[in-house]
């Protein structure tokens, strides 16, 4: 992604940790190692899915729902995803 | 139907693909007769693969409700009808790319290099409740040559969740077969057996990518040397090599399958759109909150080491008087009646041999108890939360949140603990956690504090037990920082991404099934060490050490063990118990900490006790001992021994096992860790504590 690309995403996107719980947000892009990249879109957080953050957990996480399932990640995880309001 | 399954660590040469996955193949075990056809079952972790296995085969692996419970491969036979086949059961993956060892040897028992060693079919099951997940590893299995049958498992989950499936739809989008099947009840294995059986007919399958469309890669695959197209490998398939135009053809093969796996669940999939708060939800709110969740954590660690020591007791001390009473007392008594009473005969058949079989019978109902509290914790569902609530602290040493599961692990046993740390995908992750593992305090080490505690601490022995579990806690968590801050500074902890599955109540089919398969696995292991260590000592005891005598007709003081014990004491002087009869057992603990006891009982010429709670004479001669050996300080050798014992080398069973998981070097490094550790703490808390107290 150009520096450009990359700034628009940080302007127009918030990441996973700092969304309230409850809303369907759409994944705009994840950041990160690939070897992190390729392990969340596996478990389907990967651009365009729909999420829903849901409770904080120990340690600065939070709980997501990704079509119906629930997963939990580590509050750096959350920092790279970012995330658009549905719709 | 086998009622046992052999398993296998990771083969040195896994491309030889499921032919020869047995490493450590059980003999007794029933297999599949030589040649019969072979059916891999793959997956992603959490799925039902294992409890699946265990129903078509009639074996018995383990199974758990959180990811990582399958770390070896099992194979039992299969009985389809007029057909037995070889059911080989892998390590849960998400896919073909794999992040950790056992998702490494998914990937190449699948993908053997010698066609004839690859499986007839490959059996993927996928969760109806979250099938999109699953789809990854089929939309790449599909990629091959190999016939491909879709079990759904979790329908009874999916439904509660508002999710219908149109399996003859998915089948269509899939190209494959799909059946719904419910391993824990049992349903549906009929159908699965008719098309899994049409599936080996059928042949080779036709991939769902034309081949010529795939482009073909430089090889990759570990262990090929060609730096060409290569035919030993699916070049598709094969470990993205790191230059970027590679990088940007698997993401670009990475988003056809996740277009193509979403054409399948449009297709075959109705679920609800809105997003319920379940009850596994609102439990969760509570259970991974950041203050009540590890307080919660700190609870059910609690209850399940007081109902296990609680509950237990009273059935170890009936069998223990059982076998030092009546038991002894026939034997005894049978000798005498045919003139082989008092002799070398009657003392090793019940000083050597039922003592060490009775002790070994004392454990089966506190490591039964134990292992059925963990096996009803993972059923439910709640080892995933332990893993999400020790994230941070975890991370503190370097480690993930999974690595905290084998050392919980440990706190039961060590040498399945260092098994477990498989589940972790960074190889010095599993190196580090390996190394913590045997500080845990596992219950052999238990007796061990109970019985020294109620003797030196009568008033306050429960406190006192309680505290060497959190100076097991420090240990870990400062030869963590340790580590860390020396070895490991560059290596920083994967951070938590952890799949949570719904609760469930815990079936009491499994949990005691798990239970046994665990109770069986320590009975076979710690057994036959426990055993053949009292008879050992019991041997050394009869052999003159020096100071005259003849076989068999030697005091304790003068045998060969005594001789041992006294060339190793002075090292354990500086501790307040350089004394060889003290020594004595920790020697016999270097082998197994379950035998140290009766080695004890068999140092002293003593019976052992009829309970660790009650320890009668025994107590009164370590008394004596400890009292002579720290200057009249024994209360604070007492608990330097005990230091040292918590902290020194946990059994040889756990030797064996870190060689095998962490090789020759890192398990020599963490015996002197071990040895030095247990050596600088006691000394420390003996040469500080007799200041004080």
Request: charged share 15%; hydrophobic share 50%.
């Amino acid at each position: 992604m150009t520096l450009t690309g990359r700034i628009l995403v940080l302007v127009s996107t918030r990441s996973l940790d700092q969304v309230p719980a409850g809303a369907a947000l759409v994944v705009h892009a994840v950041d990160g190692p690939p070897a992190l990249v390729r392990r969340l879109a596996e478990l389907g957080i990967r651009r365009s899915a729909v999420v829903t953050p849901m409770h904080r957990t120990a340690g600065g996480g939070r709980v997501i729902d990704v079509a119906g399932s629930r997963i939990a990640l580590a509050v750096s995880v959350l920092r790279s995803i970012h995330t658009e309001p549905q719709g | 139907m086998t009622p046992e399954t052999a398993t296998s660590t990771l083969p040195a040469d896994t491309t030889r693909g499921l032919a020869a996955a047995n490493c450590h193949e059980d003999g007794s075990a029933p297999q599949a007769p030589a040649g019969a056809r072979v059916v891999a079952l793959a997956g992603a972790p959490n799925v039902g693969k294992s409890t699946l296995f265990n129903a078509l085969t009639g074996a018995r692996r383990t199974v758990g409700n959180w990811p990582g419970t399958t770390v070896e491969v099992g194979r039992g036979a299969w009985a389809l009808p007029g057909e037995q086949v070889s059911l080989v059961d892998l390590p849960g993956a998400y896919s073909l790319d794999p992040m950790s060892p056992d998702e490494e040897l998914t990937r190449d028992l699948l993908l053997a290099a010698d066609p004839a060693a690859r499986p007839g079919a490959v059996v993927v099951i996928a969760s109806a409740a979250h099938l999109a997940r699953s789809l990854y590893l089929v939309a790449q299995v599909r990629e091959t040559t190999l016939p491909v049958v879709v079990v759904l498992t979790m329908i009874d989950v999916a439904a509660r969740r508002g999710i219908e499936i149109d399996t003859a739809a998915l089948e269509r989008a899939l190209g494959c077969p799909v059946v719904s099947v419910d391993p824990r009840r049992r349903r549906g294995h009929e159908d699965l057996d008719r098309v899994v059986l049409a599936a080996l007919d059928a042949g080779p399958a036709t991939p769902r990518v034309d081949p010529a469309r795939v482009r073909v890669q430089p090889c990759g695959c570990r262990g090929c040397t060609a730096d060409a197209p290569c035919s030993c490998c699916p070049h598709d398939l094969v470990e993205p090599a790191l230059d970027g135009e590679h990088t940007a053809y698997e993401l670009e093969r990475a988003d056809e399958r996740f277009a193509w796996i979403e054409r399948a669940v449009t297709a075959g999939v109705t679920a609800r759109a809105d997003v319920r708060q379940t009850w596994t939800d609102r439990i969760d709110r509570w259970v991974t909150a950041p203050v009540i969740g590890p307080l919660i954590f700190l609870a059910v660690m609690w209850a399940v080491f007081q109902v296990t020591t609680v509950v237990a007791a009273p059935l170890q001390d009936g069998l223990d008087q059982l076998v030092s009473g009546p038991v002894s007392a026939a034997v005894s008594a049978g000798l005498g009646a045919i003139g082989l009473g008092g002799g070398l005969i009657e003392g090793f058949l019940v000083n050597g041999l039922i003592a060490g079989v009775g002790m070994v019978l004392t454990f089966v109902p506190l490591m039964g108890l134990m292992f059925l509290l963990i096996a009803v914790l993972e059923d439910s569902g709640y080892m995933a939360r332990a893993a999400v609530v020790t994230d941070r602290l975890m991370g503190r040493l370097g480690l993930p949140g999974r690595a905290f599961l084998p050392l919980v692990v440990g706190f039961g046993c060590n040498v399945p603990a260092i098994s477990a740390t498989r589940i972790l995908p960074n190889a010095r992750h599993r190196i580090l956690t390996s190394l913590l593992v045997p500080f845990t305090s596992c219950s052999a080490r238990l007796t061990v504090f109970v019985l020294l505690a109620t003797t030196f601490f009568p008033e306050r022995a429960g406190t006192v037990v309680f505290a060497m579990y959190l100076t097991s806690i420090l240990l870990v968590v400062l030869i963590g920082l340790l580590l860390r801050s020396t070895l490991w500074r560059a290596v920083g902890a994967d951070p938590l991404v952890i799949d949570l599955p719904p609760y469930q109540r815990p079936t009491a089919r499994l949990s005691l099934s798990v239970m046994w398969l665990r109770l069986k696995g320590f009975l076979r292991t710690a057994g036959g060490i426990i055993v053949a260590t009292v008879c050992v000592v019991w041997l050394l005891q009869m052999i003159p050490g020096g100071g005259g005598g003849t076989f068999g007709a030697v005091p304790v003081e003068d045998s060969l063990y005594a001789a041992v014990s006294r060339f190793v004491a002075p090292v354990l002087a500086p501790a307040g118990f350089g004394d060889w009869q003290a020594v004595s057992a920790l020697v016999v603990g270097f082998i197994a900490k379950e035998a140290v006891i009766s080695s004890w009982a068999q140092t002293y010429a003593l019976a052992e006790p009829a309970s660790e709670r009650q320890p009668g004479a025994l107590g009164q001669h370590l008394l004596a001992t400890f009292e002579s050996s720290s200057g009249g300080h024994a209360g604070v050798a007492v608990v330097a021994f005990m230091v040292f014992l918590l902290a020194y080398t946990p059994c040889v069973a756990t030797i064996s096992a870190q060689k095998r998981e962490i090789g020759v070097r890192w398990t020599a490094l963490g015996l002197v860790l071990g040895l030095v550790v247990a050596w600088v703490l006691a000394v420390l808390v003996f040469q500080v504590g007799r200041l004080i107290w």
